[in-house]
């Protein structure tokens, strides 16, 4: 009886394991405003899969992933794999009529108070919530002197010569104010770590660090300087020595405004990463499970697998690793961020998998891409890119800046990596494979290293 159930067991598991399964869309009644979407799922190897009697190619791993055209209104598609068999109803909206009207500036007769109303709120170069646009971010409390509006943002003075945009979300309106703040004077410090300079100020003002040679330290709104802009040209390349910039800070405590600039490492011969700090960041977790792979693998598991091989290889290299996290628990992207500087760390690796809007295909999207937002943590991502181009064999997918929340933090050099398509059946096969994990880690860890002795 008990050899009869085993094999009765295994009969089904093997059945189940060949299932038709669709991971995507992820209902068998949706609504999709595009021109085509796809499916993803599998199904079995041995058996013709079709959507509505074309013939869809799978892949020896079981999944696959077919684009499909959709038309106005009510689209059906029946998906037969051997004596399965789904039925999917995808709506396409009709288009909505009406022009849309860009919101247009309204210029103050006097200029209006107002405070910042909420930490890490970014002032901008344009009335724009996203792309790369951002001047800084702007701790509570800082004023500002306003005086105009676009749309959802205020117009902000930045010294006499120079304007910025904020959300109106994140101010608050005061009745009166300052228009000029007045710099007392300034501290240089040299520790062992960081250049740090100390500006003593009589109240918050807005600010900019530019990565430039000379780096650029400006204070915006202060009394008595050319354009009412205080600037601190630092000849970072002279102070050091030729090297990379590896990481700065800025900051208000109470008046005073801080910087600290990370100083140049010198990287053992034998071991380059010895003594390096690096925060390891498994995207997604918790009640985010990111994209799902064709097989019905979650983002944040695989992330997170890959996120364990790093971390051991990059330890086994004398590194001194964090992790945002090591199970599967919430995070949000702030903490992590945060949890990066409380670290001090020098390099941020966010791991995540990639997927695809529905008007895009996924047979043709297959490799590995890297995001940045500073341009101090570009060549860290190419000479990671390199290695694992020339370790792995994977598509060189593009280096990219991108206003992604945990690459805009400047404390470390921060990156995140896509390391393959889950939702191409080639990629998904590689990216739940052991020896393919364990061989993208080694190849971020040559990266890093290459970047620190060479570059």
């Known amino acids: 009886m008990k050899k009869l159930f085993l094999i009765t067991l295994l009969i089904f598991l093997g059945q189940a394991a060949f299932a038709l399964n669709i991971v995507y869309p992820k209902q068998t009644e949706v609504t999709i405003n595009s021109a085509s979407t796809f499916f993803v799922g599998s199904a079995d190897t041995k058996k013709d899969l079709t959507i509505n009697g074309n013939k869809v190619p799978v892949h020896s791993s079981g999944g696959f992933a077919q684009t499909v055209p959709l038309v106005t209104g009510k689209n059906t598609f029946t998906i037969k794999s051997g004596n399965d068999t789904l039925t999917y109803i995808i709506t396409r909206p009709q288009a909505s009529g009406g022009t849309w009207t ?24 344009t009335p724009v919530d996203g792309g790369i646009n951002r001047i800084a971010n702007l701790q ?11 749309g959802n943002f205020y117009r902000v003075i930045l010294g006499a010569v120079k304007e910025g945009w904020i959300s109106k979300s994140n101010v608050k309106m005061e009745e009166s104010g300052s228009s000029l703040a007045e710099l007392k004077g300034y501290d240089y410090l040299d520790t062992d770590e960081f250049y740090i300079f100390v500006f003593h100020l009589n109240r918050q003002t807005p600010w900019e660090l530019v990565e430039s040679n000379p780096f650029l330290i400006k204070l915006y709104n202060v009394q008595d300087q050319p354009d009412n802009t205080y600037v ?20 208000f405590s109470g008046t005073d405004f801080i910087v600290k600039i990370r100083k140049p490492i010198l990287p053992d011969s034998p071991k380059p990463l010895k003594n390096i700090k690096i925060t390891i960041d498994p995207g997604h977790g918790g009640s985010e ?9 979650l983002e944040k598991n695989i992330n997170l697998e890959f996120a364990k091989y790093l971390e051991d290889e990059l330890k086994n290299r004398g590194a001194s690793v964090s992790m945002t996290r090591t199970g599967d628990s919430d995070i949000s992207l702030n903490d992590r961020v945060e949890f990066t500087n409380d670290e001090n760390s020098m390099i941020f690796i966010s791991l995540h998998g990639n997927a695809l809007p ?24 190419d000479w990671i890119m390199n290695a694992m181009v020339n370790e792995l064999g994977v598509n060189n997918r593009g280096i990219r800046q991108q206003s992604f929340a945990v690459v805009r933090n400047t404390n470390a050099l921060s990156l995140l990596i ?6 191409n059946p080639s990629d998904n096969a590689k990216l739940i494979d052991k020896e393919f994990q364990k061989k993208t880690a080694k190849a971020i860890a040559d990266g890093i290293e290459n970047y620190l002795i060479k570059y």
Do not use: W
Not at 360 to 381: C, F, R
């Open 289 to 297: 499970a990111g994209a799902v792979g064709c097989l019905g693998d």
């Open 418 to 423: 896509e390391t393959g398509y889950l939702i």
């Open 232 to 251: 601190m040209d630092f000849p970072v390349q002279e102070a050091l020595g030729g090297k990379k910039l590896l990481g700065y800070s800025a900051n």
């Open 102 to 125: 860009p919101p247009q500036l309204k210029e103050y007769d006097d200029m209006k108070y107002a405070t910042v109303s909420s930490d890490n709120s970014p002032i901008r170069t």
């Open 358 to 381: 529905d008007n895009q295909d996924p047979m043709k999207h297959s490799g590995t891409e890297i995001y940045y937002y500073y341009n101090q943590a570009k060549p860290l991502a």
């Open 140 to 150: 509570k409390g800082i004023p500002l002197v306003i005086d105009g509006e676009k």
